[in-house]
């Protein structure tokens, strides 16, 4: 260990100390920003980035656990990551599956996709909904990954769906328009039953959303740090938590 990591870890066990975890968010999304550019800096290919920011998320999972959060969504591919060249994409798409069996192995997380699955290879489809089964039963954080996940293609979904379901009942148009609301649309979202973020980190200097839970971030915090998503650390967690913490919530009061 060198005198920088011990300066920081110094700092984090000062940091955590000074956390309540009764202001600790229940519900953190996180959009893993910064895998090629980490490793273009450090002199690696793009699959070595995703490699890397992968191997991240077991850790970050570790804090969570830790500071008593209950739900985690991870953005580890949005729909525009289609776009991508296919020897780029295609061993992203080996990393992810091999991230979601690892997560599904570790027996503490409960893994939820989140996504359109008809955009993904039957592979990556059968790996997710594996996932989700093998971990229905645990009592641990509620992981949900989002995978061919984009925030207004979920909105579009949750329309499609609500509609489909009134049309089964033999709901005209004219009297759903007069009873939907603000709670039909969210009971179809990806996330339906589940608490909205309370805070969305970003990594790698962005600061914008990209689409990322749209519907659910209406009044969520947001922490945007400068590290790309491979070498956010400890330190790097609990900051967000404590500015989290500092920020009051009004909810338009």
């Given amino acids: 260990m060198n005198l920088r990591d011990l300066v920081y870890g110094l700092y984090a066990r000062r940091v955590e100390g000074r956390l309540d975890h ?12 910064g895998n090629r550019r980490w490793a273009k800096a450090s002199g690696g290919t793009a699959a070595q980035g995703h490699k890397a920011g992968a191997d991240k998320i077991s850790e970050f999972l570790g804090w969570c656990h830790e500071t008593d959060v209950e739900v985690v969504t991870l953005w580890m591919l949005s729909t525009d990551n289609f776009d991508r060249p296919e020897d780029e994409l295609i061993p992203l798409l080996g990393i992810i599956e091999n991230t979601v069996r690892g997560l599904a192995a570790d027996g503490r997380w409960r893994v939820h996709h989140v996504g359109t699955l008809d955009l993904l290879p039957a592979r990556t489809q059968s790996v997710l909904k594996e996932a989700e089964q093998v971990t229905d039963g645990i009592d641990g954080i509620l992981v949900n990954v989002a995978v061919g996940y984009g925030g207004r293609q979920e909105i579009a ?29 969210s009971e179809h979202l990806y996330t339906r039953g ?25 009044h969520s915090e947001y922490y945007f740090c400068e590290v790309f998503w491979p070498a956010f650390r400890k330190v790097d967690f609990l900051r967000a938590l404590r500015d989290y913490a500092a920020r009051h919530r009004r909810y338009g009061a």
Avoid at 26 to 32: A, D, E
């Fill in 157 to 185: 979904d949750a329309v499609r769906s609500l509609l489909l379901e009134h049309a089964d009942k033999g709901t005209s148009f004219e009297e759903l328009a007069e009873i939907v609301d603000v709670e039909h649309i």
């Fill in 194 to 218: 589940q608490p909205d973020p309370d805070l969305v980190i970003r990594t790698s200097g962005e600061q914008r959303l990209s689409g990322f839970m749209l519907w659910q971030s209406a």
């Fill in 22 to 33: 009764a202001q600790v968010p229940k519900h953190i999304g996180v959009i893993l920003d």
